[in-house]
């Protein structure tokens, strides 16, 4: 077995003891980072993701400079769709964009299957050498969206305001959406399998657009799928983190999804939801991104809520309620980071397993 210098996160996945809470930031890889802005300027977004060894560099950045208890891979959810064989373009200030979205049992016909081997080896290239590169210094996390929110923007073919072609869809022709949702599992499913035998450490589902969803339509579109994912996601002991954001009305059936952890936005409050799915599933979370606007005393002040909120044992992943935003002052990450190491000792004395 490998030998992690600092596997905190993997413990607390597993609500194991842990001698202080463990945090990591999503979207932790990106632009508040002069450092990976530097190497951003040098090539384009897919570029970066393509070359194991840039997305390797700017995985590891965030460990060094903001000194998180995790990596996560550099990469994007939309790699799948564009294997498949969607033409996907990054757009300065627009973010992704898909020319032809699928809307049609034809162009939903014309989308291949992938063999992550070979389609994304890149990914899972990228994902080898930062291994060897952070050299067991902390574990490295592999991640996929969700089938939902993947088929959103593959339908959308942007992001949206009302998401009106994909509850076209669903609501007019629910025999293609859960045909093409289908066929997103199996893809993923493939793809997350492939990223662990490469060695990632633990993986992250990212269901971003679960909340768009009305809770019937969560159950049958989003949450049905992810049930069947993490069944078929071939690992040893590595930990899955189901992150749906904006369903805190389904808490206690999202925790029964197969995930070791489930992640949770800042609209859910940390001490409810220890509660209601505490006792099953270990929780990720939730500070509000914006809080690190604001100037590191009241950065402290909040963080300590969170803390205090999910209160006393082991089960506790630090970290944003979503991505962290790419106007946010780099010593603002910093400060939290340190705080989160210095202060959550207390609630880790009694070393129980909760
Ligand atoms: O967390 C990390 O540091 C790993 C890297 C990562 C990226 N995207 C890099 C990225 C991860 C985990 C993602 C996931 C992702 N991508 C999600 C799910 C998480 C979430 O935030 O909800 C979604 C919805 C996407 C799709 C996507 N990719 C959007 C909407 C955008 C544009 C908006 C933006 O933030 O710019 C991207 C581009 C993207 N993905 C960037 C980065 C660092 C910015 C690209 C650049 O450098 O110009």
Redesign the pocket.
């Known amino acids: 077995m490998e030998q992690l210098q600092n596997d905190l996160f993997l413990r607390a996945c597993k609500r194991l003891p842990v001698e202080r809470t463990p945090i990591w930031i ?6 508040y980072l002069p450092e ?1 802005r530097a190497v ?1 300027a040098k090539a384009d ?1 897919l570029t970066m993701c393509k070359t194991p060894e840039l997305a390797a560099e700017v995985t590891i950045q965030p460990v060094d400079i903001i000194g998180v208890d995790a990596a ?7 790699v799948i769709p564009e294997a498949m064989g969607m033409s996907l373009q ?1 757009h ?1 200030g627009r ?2 964009v898909f020319d032809t979205p699928v809307r049609t049992e034809e162009q939903a016909g014309k989308l291949k299957k992938i063999d992550p081997y070979d389609d994304l080896k890149y990914v899972l290239d990228a994902i080898s050498l930062t291994k060897k590169e952070l050299n067991g210094r902390v574990p490295l996390i592999g ?1 996929s ?1 969700a089938p939902w ?1 993947l088929l959103t ?1 593959m339908v959308e073919g942007q ?1 949206s305001k009302t998401f009106s072609n994909v509850k076209k869809l669903i609501y007019n022709n629910p025999e293609l959406a859960h045909k093409l949702l289908d066929k997103l599992t199996d893809a993923v499913a493939d793809y997350l399998s492939a990223q662990i035998e490469a060695g990632a450490n633990a993986v992250q589902i ?1 269901d ?1 657009w679960a909340g768009i969803l009305s809770p019937r339509d969560y159950l049958i579109f989003a949450l049905k799928y992810v049930n069947q994912l993490i069944d078929k996601i071939k690992r040893n002991d590595e930990p899955i983190i189901y992150f749906p ?1 904006g369903v805190h009305y389904r808490m206690r059936t999202t925790a029964d999804c197969g995930a070791d952890v489930i992640g949770i936005d800042w609209t859910i409050d940390m001490a409810k939801a220890r509660d209601k799915i505490g006792s099953k599933v270990a929780i990720q979370g939730n500070l509000d991104p914006t809080v690190l606007y604001a100037e590191p005393g009241f950065i402290r002040r909040e963080a300590k809520k969170v803390l205090e909120s999910y209160g006393e044992g082991s089960g506790h992943i630090f970290n944003l309620g ?2 962290i935003l ?1 106007d946010v002052d780099p010593s603002h990450a910093k400060a939290l980071v340190d705080f989160v190491k210095e202060k959550s000792g207390k609630y880790h004395t009694n070393k129980q397993k909760v």
Do not use: C, N, V
Not at 26 to 31: N, T
């Open positions: 999503m979207r932790q890889a990106g632009r990976y951003r977004f996560i891979i550099f990469s994007d959810i939309l990054m300065e973010g992704p991640f969206g929110t923007y992001g990212f971003t954001k979503h991505g790419p």
